[in-house]
């Protein structure tokens, strides 16, 4: 959905203000502010939200390499960015010796933002300390060839033995740390009206006025509606798979008038998959053998959306679940989350260069072996007559 009719902006920047927020603002780390950082604001004005974006994505390199290794959610890019951060401020208490209990938690207590501003004032005491937020080191080798949520234990190995047990189960989805990072960024996101209506809690700097309200489509309104309406009369069913919340789907769609061109039961959100991850985890029941997260690029959501209620859900989940037709299900993605997924289910990969890196990914997406590179969903009616597709 974001990168190939949404766009993306209004996410990424959100991702950036949670990280400056948690450095910098007073309620969590609170650490002296560089030269070129905006000092915190719950409402930053859109220069200075362009100024953090440009500092803490490295003019969007960060998210750059991150889309190439398969990261697909903006909670993900501002956890594993923040984190990043985190685990080099351990490694420089490790360099001047300081003991585990001298931190302000205590082993086997899960490491969450309550314990930022803590963390602020320790680092403050200690003058031997030279850490300080340096983002474009996030762009070095220490990815090694980790794709997908690998990228979070590559993270955890950074951090050093002597701290194991303050850290253990911090560097990974649904930890008490990430909860809290999805939160902050629900918060810039929604916008402290929608937030505290949602999810029926105030934030911690109030005054958030909500990134949703600039969302838009990344082409024209009625380009778009004019595309998804010929591959409806071709016979298309036209299905979604997304990593956002239905909430944050549904009213942006609505708005832009192009909700109702989808089958409303082949849409699949993060609300689909954090529901089908807590119903597995109760019965027991593992992804394909193991414990990783159903979101992209797991094929899970694109099979839920082509099946629409055939199978259940541990039957998507099988080593052998069940594969769509390759000629009657195609996979249009702006990322490598997308691609992967579709390679994994065995149909057609269309990739579209509407996404973040654009045109550049045209030779990523031929070297993974997309079936057709196109510059936007224009070209898909015209694609599909000339390839002779039979009728879905």
């Known amino acids: 959905m974001d990168g190939v009719i949404t766009g993306e902006s209004c996410y990424w920047d959100a991702a950036a203000l949670v990280v400056w927020e948690l450095l910098w603002a007073p309620g969590y780390m609170g650490l002296p502010l560089p030269q070129g950082v905006p000092p915190f604001t719950a409402r930053p004005n859109p220069g200075e939200i362009s100024t953090v974006r440009q500092v803490v994505f490295q003019g969007d390199e960060v998210i750059s390499l991150f889309k190439r290794r398969a990261l697909n959610s903006n909670w993900d890019l501002a956890f594993l960015v923040f984190s990043y951060q985190l685990v080099e401020l351990f490694r420089d208490f490790s360099r001047i010796g300081l003991a ?3 931190l302000p938690q205590v082993p086997g207590e899960a490491f969450a933002l309550d314990h930022l501003k803590e963390y602020g004032f320790l680092y403050r005491s200690l003058e031997a300390l030279h850490w300080e937020p340096r983002f474009s080191e996030i762009l070095g080798s220490w990815v090694g060839e980790a794709r997908g949520l690998d990228l979070m234990d590559m993270l955890a190995r950074r951090v050093p033995a002597v701290y194991a047990g303050l850290t253990a189960g911090t560097f990974q989805v649904a930890s008490r740390l990430w909860r809290g990072i999805q939160r902050v960024f629900q918060e810039w996101y929604f916008g402290a009206q929608k937030y505290r209506s949602f999810y029926g809690e105030e934030p911690l700097h109030p005054g958030k006025e909500g990134l ?13 509606q004019d595309t998804l309406e010929q591959l409806r009369r071709q016979g298309w069913t036209l299905g979604i798979a997304t990593g956002r919340p239905f909430h944050e789907l549904h009213g942006p769609l609505q708005e832009m008038k192009l909700w109702d061109y989808f089958d409303a039961d082949s849409v699949v959100t993060f609300t689909d998959v954090e529901k089908a991850e807590k119903e597995l985890k109760l019965r027991g029941i593992t992804a394909a053998g193991s414990s990783v997260s159903l979101g992209k690029p797991h094929p899970f959501t694109f099979l839920k ?88």
């Open 305 to 392: 959306a082509y099946w629409a209620g055939t199978y259940e859900k541990e039957d998507l989940v099988s080593p052998k679940f069940p594969r769509p037709p390759g000629d009657r299900c195609w996979v249009v993605g702006d990322s490598m989350a997308d691609l992967l997924a579709a390679r994994k289910m065995d149909v057609g990969f269309i990739g579209v260069l509407t996404g973040h890196d654009g045109p550049s990914n045209q030779s990523l997406f031929q070297r993974e072996g997309a079936r057709a590179v196109f510059p936007d969903i224009t070209h898909l009616p015209r694609f599909f007559r000339a390839a002779g597709s039979p009728e879905p």
């Open 212 to 224: 949703i309200h600039r969302e838009k489509p990344v082409l024209p309104r009625d380009r778009v």
């Open 100 to 102: 585990p209990d001298a």
